[in-house]
């Protein structure tokens, strides 16, 4: 027995089976038929449409060719239903009820996320096979065996090790990530590169960066008063351990950077100790927080209260806005008096009706906080200025704040 799943098909009339690797949990395909250059991408994205995954036998950059053509045909698919959509608002106006209109960001955003979701299972169905050392065995593929390993850990390292099926969408996955962890993602606050590992999310987002970097230290009110430095801050949830390294340099004696995921933990090790901040920051697994007070506590938790349909995602969305309420609850059992609770929070949620700001302030007030101050940052990224988004009034009213926060009368 594994614990691992196992995906079947049949092929010359012979029944095969091999691991089936799926970074978002998906389940193995039932239907698996096999594909080369002789199926037409109009026929491939049918079947994949209709559910029928399709093992490649054929040439590899052919595969990416098919994969690329199935894509257009999604995003054309997409791009109708938009228009049809628009079409119809535009004829028939009255039929929104005045209630409803606040409704309509909201809606657009989960018609949205499951066009996404419906576009990543139907490109997920082109299937490539992989060798238990991590080769393709097809016509001029490319060497993967590093992006493979930095993903899924040393070939042979697992009693499931061997043949597997994986989709070729996910393979072009751990091309990318491992792009990304070679070259680097420019941070202007630390005056180099943060190297971002496969399933942990990139600092592409400049202006909360920014934020922490320039945002005044509460020393000057804490109990630390006349110290001109920091002694100790907690960064929960660190990520590729970016906002760590901008405390450190910032001068913060003592930081401890703390995260819940495996890939992260190792991301952050790894860029604390390039970016030679290894004496002052210290990465530990932590649901939250770590023992102990601190006065400084910053976290940047995800963003918008939805569901997850991957692994990374979770850095993005966060169901019920589990994380962010739970920071917020726990500050105060955490922050020495006088001390400050950086929050990093987009409020693109409030602009899609996904989370009132009401709601956030109510937060607040039941975890015994205040707001000392808030510092805005407008975002600078392409989506803001791209009408054709379907998000795009709400990215175009979008600011990411870090609110201050500190405890009720100054104590417990």
Same mark, same amino acid.
């Given at each position: 027995?594994?614990?691992?799943? &196992? &995906?079947?098909?049949?092929?010359?009339?012979?029944?095969?089976? @091999?691991?089936?690797?799926?970074?978002?949990?998906?389940?193995?395909?039932?239907?698996?038929?096999?594909?080369?250059?002789?199926?037409?991408?109009?026929?491939?994205?049918?079947?994949?449409?209709?559910?029928?995954?399709?093992?490649?036998?054929?040439?590899?950059?052919?595969?990416?060719?098919?994969?690329?053509?199935?894509?257009?045909?999604?995003?054309?698919?997409?791009?109708? #239903?938009?228009?049809?959509?628009?079409?119809?608002?535009?004829?028939?106006?009255?039929?929104?009820?005045?209630?409803?209109?606040?409704?309509?960001?909201?809606?657009?955003?989960?018609?949205?996320?499951?066009?996404?979701?419906?576009?990543?299972?139907?490109?997920?169905?082109?299937?490539?096979?992989?060798?238990?050392?991590?080769?393709?065995?097809?016509?001029?593929?490319?060497?993967?065996?590093?992006?493979?390993?930095?993903?899924?850990?040393?070939? +042979?390292?697992?009693?499931?090790?061997?043949?597997?099926?994986?989709?070729?969408?996910?393979?072009?996955?751990?091309?990318?990530?491992?792009?990304?962890?070679?070259?680097?993602?420019?941070?202007?606050?630390?005056?180099?590169?943060?190297?971002?590992?496969?399933?942990?999310?990139?600092?592409?987002?400049?202006?909360?960066?920014?934020?922490?970097?320039?945002?005044?230290?509460? *020393?000057?009110?804490? #109990?630390? *008063?006349? *110290?001109?430095?920091?002694?100790?801050?907690?960064? &929960?949830?660190?990520?590729?351990?970016?906002?760590?390294?901008?405390?450190?340099?910032?001068?913060?004696?003592?930081?401890? @950077?703390?995260?819940?995921?495996?890939?992260?933990?190792?991301?952050?090790?790894?860029?604390?100790?390039?970016?030679?901040?290894?004496?002052?920051?210290?990465?530990?697994?932590?649901?939250?927080?770590?023992?102990?007070?601190?006065?400084?506590?910053?976290?940047?938790?995800?963003?918008?209260?939805?569901?997850?349909?991957?692994?990374?995602?979770?850095?993005?969305?966060?169901?019920?806005?589990?994380?962010?309420?739970?920071?917020? #609850?726990?500050?105060?059992?955490?922050?020495?008096? +006088?001390?400050?609770?950086?929050?990093?929070?987009?409020?693109?949620?409030?602009?899609?009706?996904?989370?009132?700001?009401?709601?956030?302030?109510?937060?607040?007030?039941?975890?015994?906080?205040?707001?000392?101050?808030?510092?805005?940052?407008?975002?600078?990224?392409?989506?803001? *200025?791209?009408?054709?988004?379907?998000?795009?009034?709400?990215?175009?009213?979008?600011?990411?704040?870090?609110?201050?926060?500190?405890?009720?009368?100054?104590?417990?």
């Amino acid at each position: 027995m594994t614990e691992h799943p &196992i &995906i079947r098909w049949t092929e010359a009339g012979l029944a095969h089976s @091999a691991r089936w690797r799926s970074e978002k949990g998906a389940a193995p395909h039932k239907r698996v038929v096999i594909a080369d250059e002789q199926l037409s991408a109009d026929a491939a994205y049918r079947m994949a449409c209709e559910g029928t995954a399709l093992l490649w036998r054929g040439d590899f950059q052919n595969a990416r060719q098919m994969l690329q053509a199935m894509a257009r045909r999604a995003d054309e698919k997409a791009r109708k #239903a938009r228009k049809s959509a628009v079409v119809h608002a535009v004829d028939k106006p009255a039929s929104i009820p005045a209630e409803s209109a606040s409704k309509l960001p909201t809606e657009a955003f989960h018609l949205h996320r499951l066009a996404q979701s419906q576009r990543a299972r139907t490109l997920g169905m082109l299937l490539l096979p992989l060798a238990g050392d991590y080769t393709i065995p097809l016509r001029r593929a490319p060497d993967l065996q590093r992006a493979c390993v930095e993903a899924y850990g040393p070939p +042979g390292g697992d009693a499931a090790a061997g043949d597997s099926l994986v989709s070729m969408r996910e393979l072009l996955g751990l091309i990318g990530a491992h792009e990304w962890r070679k070259k680097g993602v420019e941070v202007p606050a630390l005056e180099d590169r943060i190297h971002p590992h496969y399933g942990v999310f990139a600092p592409v987002r400049g202006e909360y960066v920014d934020l922490v970097a320039n945002a005044p230290m509460p *020393s000057q009110n804490s #109990a630390h *008063s006349g *110290s001109e430095v920091l002694p100790l801050a907690f960064d &929960i949830g660190t990520g590729t351990g970016v906002l760590a390294a901008v405390l450190a340099r910032r001068g913060v004696s003592r930081i401890i @950077a703390t995260d819940n995921d495996v890939r992260a933990l190792a991301c952050a090790s790894d860029n604390i100790r390039r970016l030679k901040y290894a004496a002052q920051v210290q990465v530990v697994q932590a649901d939250l927080f770590p023992a102990g007070r601190a006065p400084l506590i910053v976290c940047n938790p995800p963003w918008i209260p939805a569901r997850p349909s991957s692994p990374i995602e979770s850095a993005i969305f966060d169901p019920d806005s589990r994380m962010l309420r739970g920071f917020i #609850a726990g500050l105060a059992a955490h922050l020495e008096p +006088g001390g400050e609770g950086w929050l990093i929070l987009s409020d693109i949620a409030e602009h899609l009706g996904l989370r009132s700001r009401a709601q956030l302030l109510e937060y607040f007030a039941q975890g015994g906080l205040i707001v000392i101050d808030r510092l805005d940052a407008r975002p600078t990224h392409p989506r803001v *200025s791209d009408p054709a988004d379907p998000l795009h009034s709400a990215r175009a009213a979008e600011v990411t704040s870090l609110w201050r926060l500190g405890l009720k009368n100054g104590k417990l």
